[in-house]
């Protein structure tokens, strides 16, 4: 518990840092596949600093490296990322509530709202999801995993040789192990189950270019309806309960 002032912050970062766990492993491992792939474009180590600072945005961060190569122009790239990152609209109308008392803050929440981050943010109580500096704590820590891992790897990859074929696959490989991780945190294996299946029969049936929007927006007006049911914050900053034992 926070009851000292005198040392309220570090248990605070010690709980963000558990909690943030998951996004720290991954993070490292497609953090660096991404300056990996960088440094064999033929970029220098140091735009991968300058990407996970400036940009942050994972799979648009993926994209633009192709992008870059291919030679397209700023409008094309433009309006792929805006495509691949749109979910975060319903991200960010989803937090809303969570963010509206958060300060000047929340313009960094609102920012660092990557799919991992929201991910931990969302499965909060609403209690503890309007708990200011640990949303901050969480939301800086993932990025720092995210820069230093994309930094190692393209300085790595700068000086050493590396092949790097099917390290594009890193990133579906984080999405499903923080699947994974909130379905055993949530306990609510139906609505992954249903987003998965929508977004399988949206690949089959339509076009590359509308199939994840599709999914996206299909899983989330089915999801809206299923049943929902209070959540005891097992493993949630404040409360040690006796299941808030690992990571």
């Not at 942050?56 to 409008?75: D, E, M, N, R």
């Not at 969302?122 to 995210?146: A, K």
């Not at 929007?213 to 040690?240: H, N, T, W």
């Amino acid at each position: 518990m926070e009851s000292s002032s005198g040392h309220e912050g570090l248990p605070l970062f010690t709980k963000a840092l558990r909690y943030s766990f998951p996004v720290l492993m991954g993070y490292l491992a497609i953090g660096s596949a991404f300056g990996f792939l960088l440094v064999d474009a033929g970029y220098p180590w140091w735009f991968a600093l300058v990407m996970g600072v400036v940009m942050y945005a994972g799979a648009g961060q993926y994209i633009a490296v192709g992008l870059f190569a291919a030679g397209t122009t700023l409008w094309e790239a433009v309006l792929v990322q805006l495509m691949v990152n749109a979910r975060h609209i319903a991200y960010g109308l989803s937090m809303m509530n969570r963010f509206r008392d958060a300060g000047p803050v929340r313009f960094y929440l609102i920012f660092g709202l990557t799919d991992e981050t929201f991910a931990l943010l969302s499965s909060m109580p609403e209690s503890e999801g309007r708990n200011t500096r640990f949303m901050f704590l969480v939301t800086l820590l993932n990025q720092s995993y995210w820069v230093l891992g994309s930094l190692a790897g393209a300085l790595i990859g700068s000086l050493i040789p590396f092949g790097t074929e099917g390290i594009g696959y890193a990133l579906t490989a984080l999405f499903i192990v923080l699947m994974i991780e909130q379905m055993l945190r949530l306990r609510k294996a139906g609505v992954f189950i249903v987003s998965a299946v929508l977004a399988v029969l949206c690949v089959l049936f339509l076009s590359a270019s509308v199939s994840l929007l599709a999914a996206f927006a299909l899983a989330l007006a089915i999801g809206s309806f299923l049943p929902r049911k209070s959540e005891p914050g097992a493993g949630m900053p404040g409360q040690d309960s006796p299941k808030d034992g690992g990571a």
